[in-house]
């Protein structure tokens, strides 16, 4: 090998070291500004929504690059930018969506006034600018809000003191606060294989026990008051916003071939319900009727749908049970709990050859296919910080599974 040979791969190799150590410092420095990235909100704001943008692209671009061995995934993306292209609307938000973007919950007399806000961007056609103003080089747009009070909810949001509030390095994160403080902050991480919530512990919950020897998918929460209502149920909008917590067990369904009548689906679950003002069993038969479309009747005890029997009672002046099994509950010190076998939410029993064709609604499919790819979820306590976890399998990669399934949902309703 000559000297001219040796040289230049001396200096190809200190070339790429240099590199390295430019793209380690580079990084380095965006670790440090994230580290301390804040954000500004109105004082009264009790709820932020926090999506990393950049860095949950960052990371889906590399896999789906370099790790990606799926056809599913490319058959998915393409007809999302189909739909995207066959868009012929051109007023858009200008907002950035190649940056963070944010969610604020607001109190505003009686209700919630919800705002999406990102760095401002110019666009030729605004989309309804009357609900969007800009600060701090943010643009800010109302999402709920009814035609006739748009002024007034505009001027009392911009003229309430705004604060600014830490932000952590989860790409999606969500915050409670009252009175400026943050009660509790849930950070989400997308791993490679695993996808992981963060919090901390918030006083004791009621947990419902799983009935023994069945497959179950568990979770119990605290709710937020002033999440959406859908328009078909704003005549419940009083009991909804109400609901404070709940607790349920979920076994899966059955399908019921009944001879003497049209045949149903019956949910297998048990629910315990939680609400921030005296509610009756009663008050939730309107609603119950509503959401299930079947022949629902009562006695002292029991619920009926159909042919099915369900407990349903009031265990106090608020709180409600309604389940296939007689209830059994334990408090837990933790706000938020998530245990047991996702796949039980897409079972259906006795189904035969129905369930093929269910299995060509991609929605049905793509949640299916997402449930039977995690192997674990499993709980973790440091001191008062909590950690739920999801493991999945081998082979899967939980990034790209869980863009699938938002990207199938997206396609089929036009979020």
């Known amino acids: ?3 001219l040979k040796l040289t230049q791969r001396i200096l190809a190799v ?14 380095s420095k965006i670790a440090t500004e994230s580290s301390v990235r804040t954000i500004r909100a109105p004082n009264n704001t009790v709820g932020i929504i926090h999506i990393n943008t950049h860095e949950i692209t960052k990371s889906l671009l590399f896999e789906f690059a370099f790790n990606n061995k799926d056809p599913r995934i490319l058959k998915v993306i393409s007809e999302y930018w189909q739909n995207l292209a066959q868009d012929s609307s051109k007023k858009q938000l200008p907002l950035d969506f190649n940056g963070d973007i944010s969610l604020f919950k607001i109190p505003y007399q009686n209700d919630f006034i919800w705002l ?8 030729q056609h605004p989309y309804k600018p009357h609900l969007g103003f800009i600060k701090d080089q943010k643009y800010f747009w109302i999402l709920n809000v009814s035609e006739s009070n748009y002024e007034v909810i505009l001027k009392s949001i911009r003229q309430t003191p705004w604060c600014s509030k830490p932000l952590s390095n989860h790409p999606i994160q969500y915050q409670l606060m009252l009175k400026e403080h943050i009660t509790n902050s849930y950070g989400l991480n997308l791993l490679k294989n695993q996808l992981s919530i963060h919090y901390r512990t918030t006083g004791k919950v009621v947990a419902l026990n799983a009935a023994k020897g069945k497959k179950c998918f568990h979770i119990t929460t605290f709710l937020n008051r002033g999440s959406f209502v859908p328009k078909k149920y704003q005549r419940f909008k009083k009991l909804i916003e109400s609901l404070s917590g709940f607790s349920m067990n ?10 003497s009548g049209p045949s149903y689906v019956e949910p297998q679950f048990d629910l315990l319900l939680s609400f921030a003002k005296k509610t ?18 009562l006695d002292d005890e029991f619920l009926y749908l ?15 049970y309604l389940g296939k099994h007689k209830m059994s509950a334990t408090p837990m010190n933790t706000p938020f709990v998530l245990s047991g076998n996702p796949e039980v939410l897409t079972s259906i029993s006795n189904l035969g050859w129905k369930e093929g064709v269910l299995e060509l609604i991609p929605e ?12 674990l979820i499993s709980t973790n306590s440091e001191g008062t910080s909590q950690n739920v976890t999801i493991d999945f399998k081998d082979g899967v990669n939980a990034q790209l599974e869980s863009l699938l399934l938002i990207l199938t949902l997206t396609n089929a309703y036009q979020f």
Do not use: C
Request: glycine letters at 4%.
């Open 364 to 375: 049905f499919k793509a949640l299916k296919d997402f449930t039977q790819s995690i192997k």
């Open 250 to 259: 979920y076994y899966g369904a059955k399908f019921i071939d009944d001879d």
């Open 1 to 3: 090998m000559n000297w």
């Open 14 to 27: 200190i070339a790429i070291f240099l590199i390295w150590i430019g793209v380690y410092l580079f990084t």
């Open 280 to 297: 009756k069993r009663d008050d939730m038969l309107p609603l119950i009727r509503e959401l299930l479309w079947e022949n629902v009747r």
């Open 116 to 123: 999406v806000s990102g760095n401002y961007l110019p666009v």
């Open 306 to 320: 159909n042919h099915s029997r369900f407990y349903f009672f009031s265990k106090n002046d608020s709180t409600i």
